[in-house]
């Protein structure tokens, strides 16, 4: 199985998992290793980078947000209530910036996944997360990252073996001009000093 055929399987039961409560962290571990996977295949490190800031700030803004909610619940104790609702109200608008850049990373290595492996449904999943992560404010964000996890599910699932630029492409029956030859890899007209093919860039055999 190729660096991609891994992804596509470790990405799919990711997010599978993301679904269930009790298991979900080892969903978001499978999702970061098939982006790592993906990002490797595709020679481009901002697919893995961007998904593990996403993790970084959306990690950050859960454990700032969980110390603001003990802090202010211990001065509750020994004061009054209102400083617990205040720990609760900037705990909770914390958590929120926190998945708000979370989802903004998440969506710039999906685009970049949906734009490089034709699998247009990751460009759809980084939408609806974003678009999810902001209106959870008003409840019915939540709904839309659900829709979204599941459209991620499909987008996994759906990624090749090989990424469309890597296909071998069928060699020519012609004969190269004198001085030209043919691109292993694309089938394309090169100079026969070339290294890479102006094509595809693929490296030229010597």
Same mark, same amino acid.
């Given at each position: 199985?190729?660096?991609?055929?891994?992804?596509?399987?470790?990405?799919?039961?990711?997010?599978?998992?993301?679904?269930?409560?009790?298991?979900?962290?080892?969903?978001?571990?499978?999702?970061?290793?098939?982006?790592?996977?993906?990002?490797?295949?595709?020679?481009?490190?901002?697919? &893995?980078?961007?998904?593990?800031?996403?993790?970084?700030?959306?990690?950050?803004?859960?454990?700032?947000?969980?110390?603001? &909610?003990?802090?202010?619940?211990?001065?509750?104790?020994?004061?009054?209530?209102?400083?617990?609702?205040?720990?609760?109200?900037?705990?909770?608008?914390?958590?929120?910036?926190?998945?708000?850049?979370?989802?903004?990373?998440?969506?710039?290595?999906?685009?970049?996944?949906?734009?490089?492996?034709?699998?247009?449904?990751?460009?759809?999943?980084?939408?609806?997360? &974003?678009?999810?992560?902001?209106?959870?404010?008003?409840?019915?964000?939540?709904?839309?990252?659900?829709?979204?996890?599941?459209?991620?599910?499909?987008?996994?699932?759906?990624?090749?073996?090989?990424?469309?630029?890597?296909?071998?492409?069928?060699?020519?029956?012609?004969?190269?001009?004198?001085?030209?030859?043919?691109?292993?890899?694309?089938?394309?007209?090169?100079?026969?000093?070339?290294?890479?093919?102006?094509?595809?860039?693929?490296?030229?055999?010597?």
């Amino acid at each position: 199985m190729t660096r991609l055929g891994d992804a596509k399987t470790l990405g799919g039961v990711g997010s599978i998992l993301l679904l269930i409560p009790a298991v979900n962290i080892i969903g978001y571990i499978l999702i970061l290793i098939a982006g790592k996977y993906i990002s490797d295949e595709l020679g481009d490190r901002s697919i &893995f980078d961007n998904m593990l800031y996403a993790v970084i700030a959306g990690i950050v803004g859960v454990a700032a947000a969980a110390f603001i &909610f003990f802090t202010g619940a211990m001065f509750g104790v020994f004061s009054f209530a209102a400083s617990a609702i205040a720990a609760v109200i900037i705990g909770l608008g914390i958590a929120w910036v926190g998945l708000i850049v979370s989802s903004i990373f998440l969506r710039r290595a999906y685009d970049t996944m949906a734009t490089k492996l034709n699998v247009g449904t990751f460009r759809t999943a980084g939408l609806l997360y &974003f678009i999810g992560a902001i209106l959870t404010i008003v409840l019915v964000g939540f709904l839309i990252l659900l829709v979204a996890a599941i459209i991620q599910i499909v987008a996994f699932f759906a990624i090749q073996d090989v990424a469309p630029g890597m296909r071998p492409q069928p060699m020519t029956t012609q004969t190269p001009q004198p001085g030209m030859k043919f691109c292993p890899s694309c089938g394309a007209q090169l100079m026969a000093s070339a290294t890479f093919c102006s094509k595809c860039g693929a490296k030229q055999p010597p």
